[in-house]
């Protein structure tokens, strides 16, 4: 069981939920950057949330399906289709094998999501398949795909749910129903990004802090996995101060020397030196992984306690969410 | 902000939704890093529910915790209420931080790293010896003659911050950073000195490399130092070097 890549695409990379545990030795997390869209894929053809996907990038790759598979697409909509016919996102696919899956244009978003019933028959390293790619280490070779690589698969497991409702759509069996993905990632022209201050926010000038809040920041093409560098008005501290390196964490948004802040991401170092304005709510991160280079985001302020509310009603609806697929595709 | 003292005057505060710092102080000592590693061995040795990971610095200790399973484990009664992650987590720190002994002298490890300096192994070790007007042999002999403190590994995966560097070879980082520093690269950068575990870009002064390998992903821990580690550098020639790499290889 496995899939060929014809095309490689911009990047595409094996990711799961991160390595975690490992930050005291400084290897960073890495893992999916809209972990929403891959969990959801995941549970959608009966995989633990936790199971290794493809994460798609901007020009999504051509794959061969080389033996019958359950897929699911979730994340930006990168136009996916199968032999050459659009096929629907959110739902489960039944792809037979021969197929050529491909992607096109960028509707929404700038992320696509694949999992496979079964997941990736690949090696963990250090507790996780992802694709470290400084490191050089997990996912296919420890590198984005490259043309000709030959994913090998791992056979889903009997008791995973079954494939029900059968609907044909394009030449691909389907379900009749989809994931309302609106709960979990949405796409918007002006995004808004919730934040709580950050460590060092009391350090910055009021009129610094005033900016953040209220000014468009342009997400800049030097932009990756490991950040994202902003443009806009220039953010200072009220007198220079050398900071010693601390851990920081996903959604910490550094502001260096040159004022221009970065938040950082999935492949972000595990410390850091620069202070912290302020840090991005776990909940938004996946709507920050769907902003291309060049557009436009506003930060909005919220306390703890309203970020922890959010987090914790988005992983109930997630669970009912597991209960409601497994319910549709059991019945 | 969300700030809580405890009575061992550690501050705790919130690092977003999931996490949280335990600060002990603002400069690097020896008495803060022995009580960020009591604390540290303490909390792994006796995690509580949710605890992810923590990750020890030169003043401060930061905890990562999973916010539904923090939640999940406390009492059908409360949670009938909101209940905070971050103060629930808080709490069991603040008690832990009140019973804990720091009195106890801390037990390091001591490894040592062959270095091969100078030369094509270190470019930048003239540039050293320049800097304070001394000759490479004297900077050899003051780095390899010092007993250096890990406080952290952070930056890169294996990648020790290293304390006790000698003020006579002390030399700032290089106006613009290399843009590819190879692995094993032995550097200085102001009062600290480091080992670069995998090839990536960087600004410190090189004056030697390690046929030793410091990141080791298919063993775990993947890091060959950790926080707390004494690290000794023993000079080598270019033969002992290419001898030791050979046999770095094989493993």
């Given at each position: 069981?496995?899939?060929?890549v014809?095309?490689?695409?911009l ?70 289709s ?7 996102m ?79 759509i ?69 007198e ?11 959604g ?69 969410l ?10 | ?6 009575k ?9 939704d ?38 020890p ?5 930061t ?25 629930v ?142 690290v ?15 046999k770095?290889?094989?493993?």
């Amino acid at each position: 069981m496995s899939i060929r890549v014809n095309k490689a695409g911009l990047l595409t990379s094996i990711q799961d939920l991160g390595r975690r545990g490992f930050q005291q030795h400084g290897v960073i997390i890495s893992g999916a950057m809209d972990s929403y869209s891959l969990r959801i894929a995941n549970l959608l053809v009966g995989n633990d949330e936790k199971e290794a996907g493809l994460e798609v990038t901007l020009m999504g790759p051509t794959l061969e399906i080389e033996s019958d598979c359950l897929v699911a697409i979730t994340g930006g909509d990168l136009t996916p289709s199968v032999n050459g016919k659009p096929v629907p996102m959110w739902k489960p696919l039944f792809i037979p094998k021969g197929s050529t899956l491909s992607f096109g244009p960028c509707k929404t978003g700038c992320r696509s999501y694949l999992s496979v019933a079964g997941g990736f028959s690949i090696d963990e390293v250090l507790n996780s398949k992802s694709t470290y790619l400084r490191g050089e280490i997990g996912g296919y070779k420890g590198r984005a795909l490259q043309t000709d690589d030959v994913l090998p698969l791992s056979a889903p497991a009997a008791s995973k749910p079954a494939f029900l409702s059968n609907e044909l759509i394009n030449g691909v069996y389907t379900s009749s129903w989809s994931v309302n993905y609106k709960e979990f990632v949405h796409f918007t022209k002006k995004p808004s990004v919730r934040v709580m201050n950050g460590s060092q926010f009391d350090l910055f000038t009021a009129e610094s802090k005033s900016h953040f809040m209220k000014e468009p920041f342009k997400v800049s093409n030097q932009s990756d996995r490991m950040g994202y560098r902003m443009d806009g008005p220039s953010l200072q501290l009220q007198e220079k101060k050398e900071l010693l390196s601390e851990a920081v964490s996903q959604g910490s948004v550094q502001v260096p020397p040159d004022g221009n802040p970065i938040i950082l991401l999935a492949d972000r170092q595990t410390t850091g030196g620069y202070p912290k304005i302020a840090q991005v709510i776990t909940a938004d991160l996946p709507l920050l992984a769907q902003i291309k280079p060049g557009e436009s985001i506003y930060f909005s302020h919220i306390l703890l306690h309203e970020a922890e509310k959010i987090y914790l009603e988005k992983e109930q609806l997630l669970q009912e969410l597991k209960i409601a697929i497994n319910l549709a595709s059991t019945k | 902000m969300n700030q809580t003292v405890t009575k061992a005057s550690a501050v705790i505060s919130p690092l977003g939704d999931s996490a949280l710092v335990i600060t002990f102080g603002d400069s690097i000592q020896y008495d803060i890093h022995k009580q960020i590693k009591t604390y540290k061995d303490s909390i792994e040795l006796n995690p509580f529910p949710g605890f992810v990971e923590c990750v020890p610095a030169f003043t401060n200790l930061t905890i990562f915790y999973n916010p539904p399973e923090v939640v999940a484990a406390v009492g059908k009664k409360q949670k009938k209420e909101f209940v905070s992650p971050f103060e629930v987590v808080s709490s069991i720190i603040q008690s832990k931080l009140e019973n804990e002994q720091t009195e106890k002298e801390l037990n390091h490890r001591t490894v040592s790293i062959p270095v091969c300096y100078g030369g094509e192994y270190g470019p930048d070790l003239e540039y050293v010896a320049r800097h304070h007007n001394i000759t490479p042999e004297e900077v050899i002999s003051i780095h390899s003659e010092g007993e250096y403190l890990a406080y952290m590994i952070g930056f890169a995966p294996g990648f020790p911050f290293l304390g006790g560097l000698s003020e006579k070879i002390a030399t700032p980082r290089r106006p613009s950073p290399r843009t590819s520093i190879p692995a094993g690269s032995v550097g200085i950068a102001g009062m600290q000195t480091g080992v670069y575990p995998i090839s990536t870009p960087g600004g410190w002064q090189l004056i030697g490399q390690t046929p030793i390998k410091l990141f080791l992903p298919e063993q775990n821990p993947p890091s060959l130092l950790q926080a707390g580690d004494i690290v000794k550098f023993k000079p080598i020639s270019k033969e002992e070097y290419q001898e030791l790499q050979a046999k770095e290889g094989e493993k």
